[in-house]
């Protein structure tokens, strides 16, 4: 076994399977922008590493991913910057040429939603929701999430996540198509641990062929997805509607918008 490990974020490879696991459980593994970072570095290089052939994605304590920090785009990083990084981040994942299995333990939300969907396999724990809370503090979804949950649910889901910014239950997200299962606490880890050895003890090649396969054509928008998303995102950064919007969610408050 063997094992990295930064602030935020800890990867052990146990025999041939990588364990990467957000580790911020007081904000509820909200990221920000050197874990973003940091959950790139290591997907790239798990890519390159004969050694692992399957990765676990999961979050420490009661929650996956929680989107970014909002302190994110402090500390001299830019707008530009900071959607740059969210994208790697995703792609950095569904681009991995291993299999990798999101161990979904609780609440997704922003752009953990799409570093959950890119995963190839998403069993979650019945306490899980996914959230696009977005346009609650005026933004718009990133991380992907405009291409990875239409790929997965279609329009209908897509547009109800992103527009009225409302949790779907796991068992909803299960339903429509977005995820592949939902379990007990209890269950969680036995069928994620099923998957991942029988992925880790599979044809690498094989399994990296159709993985590369399947993505073509269910994840062909994505990149020109990832390019609206930060051209939005960006300007959306700088309005009066975010400004509002991240004030009122800090003093616990409804925003009120701009007409």
Do not use: W
Not at 29 to 44: C, L, P, R
Not at 98 to 119: D, E, F, M, S, T
């Amino acid at each position: 076994m063997s094992e990295t490990s930064s602030a935020k974020l800890t990867a052990t490879r146990d025999g041939r399977v990588l364990r990467v696991t957000i580790t911020n459980p007081g904000r509820l593994n909200a990221i920000d922008y050197a874990t973003m970072t940091a959950i790139g570095d290591v997907f790239s290089s798990a890519a390159k590493d004969r050694n692992v052939r399957a990765v676990v994605l999961t979050g420490e304590g009661k929650a996956f991913c929680t989107g970014a920090d909002l302190s994110a785009t402090g500390g001299g990083v830019s707008p530009d910057e900071v959607m740059d990084c969210a994208a790697r981040l995703v792609t950095s994942v569904a681009e991995c040429p291993l299999p990798v299995i999101a161990r979904v333990n609780g609440p997704v939300a922003g752009v953990g939603v799409g570093l959950a969907l890119a995963a190839d396999l998403i069993y979650a724990a019945e306490s899980a929701y996914f959230l696009l809370s977005f346009t609650n503090i005026g933004l718009m979804p990133d991380g992907g999430t405009t291409a990875l949950v239409a790929a997965a649910a279609g329009r209908a889901v897509a547009n109800e996540m992103a527009l009225l910014g409302e949790r779907l239950p796991a068992t909803a997200a299960r339903d429509a198509g977005l995820i592949n299962a939902v379990l007990s606490d209890a269950e969680l880890d036995a069928r994620v641990e099923a998957a991942a050895e029988k992925l880790a003890h599979g044809p690498r090649r094989a399994l990296e062929l159709t993985k590369g396969a399947l993505n073509a054509t269910n994840l062909a928008a994505l990149d020109a997805a990832l390019a609206r998303e930060k051209a939005g995102q960006v300007e959306l950064l700088t309005s009066p509607d975010f400004f509002e919007g991240a004030t009122a969610m800090l003093q616990k408050r409804k925003a009120v918008f701009g007409e």
